[in-house]
């Protein structure tokens, strides 16, 4: 196995884009992150080339391994509702952690969590309170969000998710408040 150094997390560029897209549809057969293959929306959109807050990308090597990004609440619906309530906040204090994925090749080098501390860190200094959705057959990541504190506020249903999937809305309790 070829040593490729620490992973290293930085902001997203728009170079990154097509990298990450193809990394995101690597390791889609195996995770099944999208649930949706192929995207009913342009790549882009997807990672949230135009409305995230943040984005970052994982390198390891000097190739890009791994993205994550927030953004604000978009519609005040039900999932922004379950998750202002969990967190005993408004809608307007919720930052959604999206897209977070990382290629086969960079697992087991602590990059998925990297990601995520770096984004809910951001989110928190934005005065936001972290929250997200994840599908319960993504195992690996409903895990890695579970290990770290994340607790589920509800199950809804979702037009983008089979019907008899429920799309977990999870919290991350902390420094920012009752949830």
């Given at each position: 196995?070829?040593?490729?150094?620490?992973?290293?997390?930085?902001?997203?560029?728009?170079?990154?884009?097509?990298?990450?897209?193809?990394?995101?549809?690597?390791?889609?057969?195996?995770?099944?992150?999208?649930?949706?293959?192929?995207?009913?929306?342009?790549?882009?959109?997807?990672?949230?080339?135009?409305?995230?807050?943040?984005?970052?990308?994982?390198?390891?090597?000097?190739?890009?391994?791994?993205?994550?990004?927030?953004?604000?609440?978009?519609?005040?619906?039900?999932?922004?509702?379950?998750?202002?309530?969990?967190?005993?906040?408004?809608?307007?204090?919720?930052?959604?952690?999206?897209?977070?994925?990382?290629?086969?090749?960079?697992?087991?080098?602590?990059?998925?969590?990297?990601?995520?501390?770096?984004?809910?860190?951001?989110?928190?200094?934005?005065?936001?309170?972290?929250?997200?959705?994840?599908?319960?057959?993504?195992?690996a990541a409903h895990g890695l969000y579970r290990a770290v504190g994340?607790?589920?506020?509800?199950?809804?249903?979702?037009?983008?998710?089979?019907?008899?999937?429920?799309?977990?809305?999870?919290?991350?309790?902390?420094?920012?408040?009752?949830?």
């Amino acid at each position: 196995m070829q040593d490729l150094g620490s992973p290293r997390i930085r902001p997203r560029r728009a170079a990154d884009l097509p990298a990450l897209a193809d990394v995101l549809f690597a390791q889609q057969p195996e995770t099944r992150y999208p649930y949706r293959n192929p995207l009913p929306v342009p790549v882009e959109q997807f990672l949230h080339a135009d409305d995230a807050r943040a984005a970052w990308t994982a390198e390891l090597g000097g190739r890009p391994v791994g993205h994550v990004c927030w953004t604000a609440p978009d519609d005040a619906g039900e999932r922004d509702r379950h998750c202002a309530e969990a967190h005993g906040c408004s809608v307007a204090d919720l930052g959604w952690v999206s897209t977070l994925f990382v290629g086969a090749a960079a697992r087991g080098h602590g990059v998925g969590r990297m990601l995520l501390d770096t984004v809910v860190a951001d989110v928190r200094r934005a005065g936001r309170r972290p929250c997200l959705e994840v599908l319960p057959l993504h195992a690996a990541a409903h895990g890695l969000y579970r290990a770290v504190g994340w607790t589920e506020a509800a199950r809804v249903s979702a037009p983008w998710a089979p019907p008899d999937v429920p799309v977990v809305l999870m919290v991350l309790p902390g420094a920012d408040g009752p949830a």
